[in-house]
């Protein structure tokens, strides 16, 4: 595509240095998101899709978390973002790049009214004053749909559902026009006629502004609603990645295969479900293999013995699988 | 008609609301509200909610894991709510209950062994040297392995660990087993391995089931019959295929359309609720899913609907339908 | 393929961390405590301040009452390591005679408060109501009151009554675990209450397991950390107790020693700027034996854990 990246990741390890090893929560991870698209992370609990969206907001290895960026680059635009300093990573995040969390109830400050909180960064980033800041953030809590916005802005985080208190995470991540939305599992705490509400409101705001999203999830469901591109993740690793349609229809890597067999449809009964056997790995006796060859029915040698690296695979998406590098094999 | 094994009869369960120095009831939540429900021997009854529906104090009450507030529980014909601590005891092998979260449901000091193993000590099911062997038996039967019966909860993935809570039920050879929430703690991959399982003991042993899920598309898979509940109270029950097919509650309906769907492009038509889930110790007056119904008319606010039949074994709560 | 295979790929426990036959908990325990260096450094200091008090005196060739008027406050030399007090006591046997009054009443009031404490407090949790409200009510009446001075007053009525220096001993062993039950009930009580609503304890009423088992095999076990924790600050807190109404002279009398009183009576400018090795053995020993006890308590608690600390 012409348009050039918003934000492109390249081999991006982040690690975790434990009595026992250093886990490798993130293992050399590259995407990209295009300005207006929509990108889902998707994977199961463990593979590192909460940890690359930390690191992109420099949120590992700070605020006493464990953990460190071991390599690899974050471009921002035409800035690295893993080589800029504090005050200018400040200005980036909350006003550039916003992110919202899947507890909203501790993101935000118990002891402030929501109002003040929605107007911190619109004081500290568009320079608004006060009195306008006020003003801006009730129309703000209006926007992401909640009645009574006057109110409510005068009202403590306790006081809201978890659904209001997600939208209100919205509108102070949407309050200075981002570039880029990082949302990390927005609606898993929440109930299905809410998480409907929230996505819709997603959808909304990113037609409506041309901003784009990295949407990290596990629900498939989700991802199908959302994604214009999806990133598939395992064990710290990206396996496979695509268009939205092309990767639901046509999945190439064994275990997106086996991760959309096994997610029961409604509507479309079977008397068994797929199942991935096994389970994921212990993050901390990794070797140089292919990480899901314990549990792919389609192992071959190589896989136990070689890491199958991300390939374009047919006119667009890369999998990460010997059963697509024949050829490799062949001439190695 | 086969006779329901668990059968339950405008089961209510209040909480009350303390509040000020005096730690005085000002208040109470009505978290099941007139619920009935009859389960017959190897069905799977999916009960369905969102948070606060009541749907697990329902379950919990039913096999009184807490003190009801009205109504009646039949077990078996027995009326479970009436038995001295003793009796009640003595019958609990029959009825278990399979926890969300497997991990804080197994006590962090005592072996998988042991868990498993000691009620049947308790109550006397096996005798002492063959308790080993019987753990052994329950063990494979849930896909686990025989060393792993000298280990630690923490030892085990949540997936073994919600194989561990089956089995843990399952020794006991039960009748009845309520499962609350039991794959949602889960990831998709190990979710299916479990709801598998399920679907298995169901056929080896005939179990009788009643599921208790907020994922629409799990109940469907696992799930005979189906029971929604919102705010204390059930609004539609029937079996699947008519429930799915042709949902009747403005509610259901709007719950079935919210389920993100992994098809991407799929085209369906949707009901976005509008507004949130109303406070439990608040509820709206009339039928209780007025503030949120697309179709509420002036009646709705004022008028509790009755759960009335619809023909078959079809039951509903609305004034539209 | 088989779909119920979850459980085949062992990757939680490394194979050489499998333990090959059921080895108990505290065998796991033991084996944990060797690796946790700063514990077993507080073990060691425990173990050996006990050997040295009761022990040590055996192999001592002096006796701790007798009176030297020649050997009067000599400083550490051969003869006497440790020097000799005003009377020409031997410092070091006193010392050690002392260690055994102040480590007995230590333990035996920590076992008499944390007896007392944990099974009242332990009442109160789990059968909540009348008996709750009974007990926590005294546990309250005694907490308003301040423990130091309620132990000054209680000091000054056995110097009153004149009670026999045998028996002091005891008796401050009792006022000790007096003052010290309320705070220890509130604590397992608290805890009780939390571990009633665990799951695992709803768990064992759905398998209907019998009370009995439930309290011994799933409530008490969980209690335990919470206990060794509350017990070694309490073997400290009492050391430290009688200390000070020793110094006060209020507990134990001398001529019996106790660490308190022995620093009591180096409680003059000239002993404390001229003759240090009166009051600094006994007060390091205080010092000593308190820490440790406390980071070996601590340790114990992590031991006794099933699971890793991350």
């Known amino acids: 595509m012409a348009t050039a990246d918003l934000l492109e990741i390249e081999g991006l390890s982040t690690y975790f240095d434990t009595e026992e090893g250093t886990v490798r929560a993130v293992d050399g991870v590259s995407l990209r998101v295009r300005p207006g698209e929509t990108v889902c992370i998707v994977g199961e609990s463990g593979c590192g899709k909460s940890i690359t969206a930390m690191s992109i907001m420099g949120l590992v290895g700070t605020n006493g978390t464990a953990g460190r960026i071991a390599g690899g680059r974050i471009r921002y635009e035409d800035r690295d973002l893993l080589r800029l300093n504090k005050h200018e990573l400040r200005t980036i995040r909350g006003h550039e790049i916003a992110m919202i969390f899947q507890e909203p109830m501790s993101s935000l400050n118990p002891v402030l009214p929501i109002g003040e909180q929605i107007m911190e960064p619109l004081i500290e980033h568009l320079k608004l004053s006060k009195k306008a800041a006020r003003a801006r953030a009730i129309e703000l809590i209006a926007q992401v749909g909640i009645a009574r916005p006057e109110q409510i802005a005068k009202a403590y985080p306790h006081e809201l559902s978890g659904g209001m208190l997600q939208r209100i995470m919205i509108a102070i991540a949407i309050s200075c026009g981002p570039k880029l939305l990082i949302a990390d599992e927005p609606t898993t705490a929440l109930d299905v006629t809410i998480q409907a509400q929230i996505l819709d409101m997603l959808r909304q705001f990113k037609a409506e502004s041309d901003m784009s999203i990295l949407l990290i999830t596990h629900d498939l469901g989700v991802v199908a609603e959302m994604a214009d591109y999806v990133v598939v993740m395992y064990a710290g690793k990206v396996v496979e990645e695509g268009e939205v349609v092309e990767l639901f229809e046509r999945p190439k890597h064994p275990y997106t295969q086996g991760l959309l067999k096994s997610k029961p449809i409604m509507g479309q009964r079977q008397d068994e479900l797929y199942s991935i056997p096994g389970q994921v790995p212990n993050p901390l006796e990794l070797k140089p293999s292919c990480y899901f060859y314990e549990r792919c029915e389609h192992a071959m040698d190589v896989c136990r013995r070689a890491e199958p690296t991300l390939k374009g695979v047919g006119e667009q998406g890369s999998v990460a699988c010997w059963l697509y590098e024949e050829e490799a094999i062949v001439h190695g | ?321 | ?310």
């Open chain 2, 1 to 321: 008609m086969a006779e329901a094994l668990l059968e339950v009869n405008r089961l209510k369960k209040y909480f009350p609301i303390k509040a000020g120095l005096l730690n005085r009831t000002v208040g109470q939540v009505k978290a099941v509200d007139d619920v009935s429900i009859a389960i017959r021997p190897g069905e799977t009854f999916g009960l369905v909610g969102e948070s606060g529906s009541g749907k697990s104090t329902a379950g919990r009450t039913a096999i009184r894991l807490t003190e009801k507030t009205g109504g009646e529980v039949k077990f078996k014909g027995v009326d479970l709510h009436t038995l001295g601590a003793e009796e009640l005891r003595k019958l609990r092998p029959k009825m278990q209950l399979i926890f969300q979260d497997p991990y804080s449901s197994l006590n962090p000091r005592v072996r998988i062994g042991d868990a498993i193993g000691e009620a049947l000590l308790d109550h006397g099911l096996a005798p002492k040297d063959e308790v080993r062997d019987r753990v052994l038996d329950v063990l494979a039967s849930c896909g686990l392995s025989a060393y792993h019966i000298d280990r630690f909860p923490h030892e085990f993935s949540g997936g073994q660990r919600q194989r561990i809570g089956i089995a843990r039920a399952l020794v006991l050879n039960p009748e009845l087993i309520i499962a609350d929430e039991p794959v949602s703690a889960l990831d998709v991959s190990i979710q299916a391995q479990i709801i598998n399982l399920f679907r298995k003991l169901q056929e080896t042993r005939g179990l009788t089931y009643l599921f208790i899920s907020h994922d629409l598309s799990v109940v469907e898979h696992l799930c005979s019959h189906i029971g929604v509940m919102y705010l204390g109270s059930l609004v539609e029950t029937g079996s699947r295929d008519a429930l799915f097919r042709e949902p009747l509650h403005p509610y259901t309906k709007a719950l079935l359309s919210a389920v993100p769907i992994p098809i991407p492009k799929l085209k369906r038509e949707r009901i976005v609720l509008s507004g949130d889930i109303p406070n439990p110790a608040n509820p709206p007056s009339g039928c209780k899913f007025h503030t949120r119904c697309p179709f509420a008319v002036a009646r709705c606010k004022e008028e509790v609907p009755a759960f009335r039949n619809v023909g078959g074994d079809r039951f509903v709560a609305c004034h539209l339908v």
């Open chain 3, 1 to 310: 393929m088989s779909t119920i295979t979850g459980g085949v790929a062992e990757s939680e426990v490394a194979p050489a961390k499998r333990p090959l036959a059921r080895s108990s908990l505290w065998r796991l325990a033991a084996r944990k405590l060797l690796k946790n260096k700063l514990a077993l450094a507080g073990l060691f200091v425990v173990v050996f301040m006990f050997a040295l008090c009761f022990i040590g005196p055996l192999f001592s060739p002096y006796t701790d009452n007798k009176i030297h008027m020649a050997l009067m406050n000599k400083a550490p030399n051969l003869k006497h390591w440790l020097g000799t007090d005003a009377l020409g006591r031997d410092v070091l046997t006193r010392v050690m005679q002392a260690g055994r009054i102040s480590l007995t009443v230590g333990l035996a009031s920590m076992v008499l408060s944390v007896f007392l404490g944990s099974l009242l407090g332990a009442i109160a949790g789990y059968y909540r109501g009348i008996a709750d409200q009974v007990i926590m009510r005294i546990a309250d009446l005694l907490m308003t009151i301040p423990s130091l001075p309620l132990l000054f007053i209680l000091g000054a009525l056995l110097s009153e009554w004149k009670v026999p220096t045998d028996y002091r001993m005891y008796i401050v062993m009792l006022m000790l675990s007096f003052v010290s039950w309320p705070g220890l009930a509130r604590m397992v009580r608290g805890e009780v209450l939390s571990l009633r609503e665990r799951e695992f304890m709803q768990a064992a009423t759905v398998l209907g397991l019998r009370d009995r088992r439930k309290l011994f095999k799933h409530l008490l076990p969980n209690l335990v950390p919470l206990l060794i924790v509350i017990a070694s600050l309490n073997v400290g807190g009492a050391i430290l107790s009688e200390s000070v109404l020793s110094f006060f002279g209020l507990g134990v009398m001398p001529p019996t020693p106790t660490w308190g009183n022995m620093i009591d009576s180096a409680n003059n400018l000239i002993d404390f700027q001229q003759r240090p090795w009166l009051w600094i053995p006994p007060g390091f020993s205080i010092f000593a034996t308190v820490i440790a006890i406390n980071i070996f308590g601590d340790g114990l608690r992590d031991v006794l854990d099933p699971k890793p600390k991350k």
